[in-house]
Every structure is written in structure tokens, then in C-alpha cells.
């Protein structure tokens, strides 16, 4: 693995000067230095070849799940002569880029923005690409535009066992990684002892990034004000990327996890949590942020709401739920999310979600986001929370531990649950 600071635009690589190029992006992929898409840029210069896209699509028009099988209608761009492929279709094979789609390219440059969870299946792209690439013996030079991790470098939760592995949680991975996406493709990279060469492009050092998505440009400069672009529908804010790695968990059950409003994971409920403050008055708690109520976190208050879907879980209805708001304390978004679905699963009408959920595991929705024996027996009140804890932070401590030759940045990993 490699390390440069000069913006990819300005290599002299001879792959990227003249050689056939794919590029794995979304419209996260946009040079505000330029005013245009890295695929443009690329497409001017007579090199794009092939473009890749991951789940939701090249400009994120499509919903989680949603699966596209064809780039036809991407036309209307007018990349004459590129070839477009969807790496998230209606198959498990099409998870993994053909063999005749890379057997002919010099180099592949992957310009994504992770959300620093490994639910978020960009990550699970990568790898099966890096694996595709190992298995037929490729070696085309694979660049990574790097970007910081909107969720930064707070690690949570259990690193994910095969039994467990699927399209939402590459193997071995923790339910919140803390390193940013090309630190994440490193250590990949590694893991798989892949022999094709891999260059990092790293985000400027001495920028500050207030913004959860934040683009440094392919071409000559960087930008120099942190921009948002939002990955996928669901991700609008840097605060849905602080409290994801918890509430993703909301997907294995009958509760709206906010889809369908302008607040997804931040805001969940459900129609038959109407009795909320019957339950309050009946345990004799006073206030829901206040100790020792068992939803209480001093990282994050709930404001009791009600909200009506206009897409996904109960669409059309009247959900009676919380928003979470961070208060900038420590928070440990998956311990605070795992707590409220034990209370949560106690109402009249709950349900854990059934039915095969991702390609690649026929197991149940939150067996795949759990992905952890003892995670799913606290759940289902089997452990203690105090069980719970010590998992946690050992588990996070030895992911630290393993990760921390992959870093390129100063900012030390760090776990707050010991």
C-alpha cells in the first residue's frame, strides 16, 4: 500500500495516463474545485472505461434494498463509449463485478463516502471487488480518494462472525470501525493478501471538517470549505452518521426507523407506542433523561414526538416515538439503541422483522445488524447489561489494537465503554 499526497489528476502513472480507467463512485464523487463529477473529469481526458456504481445508485436516487439492474438510464449523461455497472442488483452475483468487467482495465479508482458503520454497504462493495480482483489473479493499480469519517474514530460494538457475515457486515468488522474509508480498504487489502497494488490519496491534514460529508478534489487543488453531499437517502446530517451504528438495529424490528421523514434515525416510533407515558406513570419514572430511567444516556435526550411516514414502515400513520438529540457528551449510539429496542420489545404489538433480509444469509434481520450471540441474548433479556459492557469493551479494544498499523492520520481510535 502506498501513500500520496499529490491530487490524483496531477499523477503520472502511466495506468492513469493511458491506460483503460473504471471508476466505483456516487455523486459523492464531485470536485467542487472544478464544478464537476470525477466520472466528467475522466471522461474529457478519453481514459473513463467503465463506471461502477454501489447500492442507491449514481446519484443516490434509489431507496435501501432498491435493486438496479441496468445503467440504461444513465444515457442522458452522455459518456459516450463508457460501460455502466451496477454492483447492487436484483442477484447475490451481482454483488461482485464479472470477470469481464475488469480483466481489461490498467487502473480502478474508488471514490466513496463511507459513514464509518459496517451496516453501510459501500464498504462490503469494496471487498467484494478487492476479492474478485485477488481470485482472478488481476492487478490493475487501484486508487482510493480518501475522506474523513463522519462518525470519527469512537469504535462500538463486536467484531461480526461468518455465521453472522453478509452484504451489511463484512466479516470481522465491528458494528462502528472508527477509520476512514481508505485506512478501512487498507486493512482489507491486507487481510486478503492481495498482491495488486493499492495508492491512498489522504484528505489534507490541516483542514477542520464541520460538514459530515466532506469531497477533497481529483483535480489540482482541494477544496477549501467542507461541503455536504449526502451518500444515500438516508444519511442527511452528520448527526444520523453519530447515532447509525445504534439505530441502524431499528431495521430487524416493526419500529420505523424514520424512513419516509427528513430526520431517518434520528426519529423512531410506531403506531402501537401510543402508551409511552402510560409506561413512565406505571414504572413511577419522572422524566425520560433523567436517571435512573433505563432509557437514559447522558449522550444523547429523547423528545417524545409523533410523526407520520410518507414511505416504508407504516406509511400514512401516526407513529408515537422519540427524536434523538446529541448533547455532545460521550455517547455509545449501538449500548444506548440496544437498551431502548429491550425496553421497546416489551410493548404490546412489537415485533422482530422476519423473513430472509440481505443476500448473502437467510438468517433474520437482526441476526445480520446484531451479528453477535450475546448482543441477541441481551436483546432478548438472556444477559446483563454489565455482560454486555465487558463485551464491548473488550471486543472494541482488540479491534483497536488490530487496526492501528492501518491508520495514516493522527487522531488515536478510541472506546468509551469500559
Partial sequence: MKVTNKPLLQLTDEALRSGRVGLLCNQTSWDFSEGCYLFEQLHRRGRLHRLFMPEHGLFAELQDQEA?????????????GVDFVSLYGSS??????????????????????????????????????FRSLTEHCLQPEVYILDRPNPAGRQVEGTPISREYASFIGVEGLPHRHGLTFGELCSFLHSRQNAAFPLTIIPYPLDRQYAAPI??????STYVKTPCAIYPSPNIPSACTCMVY????????????????????????????????H??????RYSNWNDPPHPLYSAGARLRMLHFIPTFHKHSGAICYGFQLHLTGKPYHSLLHSLRILRILAQFDGFAWREGVYEKGNDKTAIELLAGDALLLDYLHGKASECELRQALAESEAAWIDTVKAFTIYPEELFNISS
Avoid: M, W
Fill in 68 to 80: 438496479l439492474d441496468s445503467g440504461a438510464f444513465y444515457r442522458c449523461l452522455h459518456l459516450e
Fill in 214 to 219: 466532506a469531497l477533497p478534489g481529483a483535480g
Fill in 92 to 129: 447475490e452475483a451481482s454483488l461482485s463485478a464479472p470477470l469481464e468487467k475488469l480483466k481489461d482495465l490498467d487502473a480502478i479508482i474508488i471514490d466513496l463516502q463511507d459513514v464509518g458503520c459496517r451496516y453501510y454497504t459501500f464498504i462490503s462493495t469494496v471487498e467484494k471487488l
Fill in 278 to 283: 402510560e409506561f413512565n406513570r406505571t414504572h
Fill in 245 to 276: 451504528s445504534g439505530q441502524c438495529l431499528l431495521e430487524g424490528t416493526n419500529l420505523s426507523e424514520g424512513r419516509g421523514t427528513t430526520r431517518p434515525f434520528e426519529i423512531f416510533g410506531a403506531p402501537f407506542l401510543q402508551p409511552l
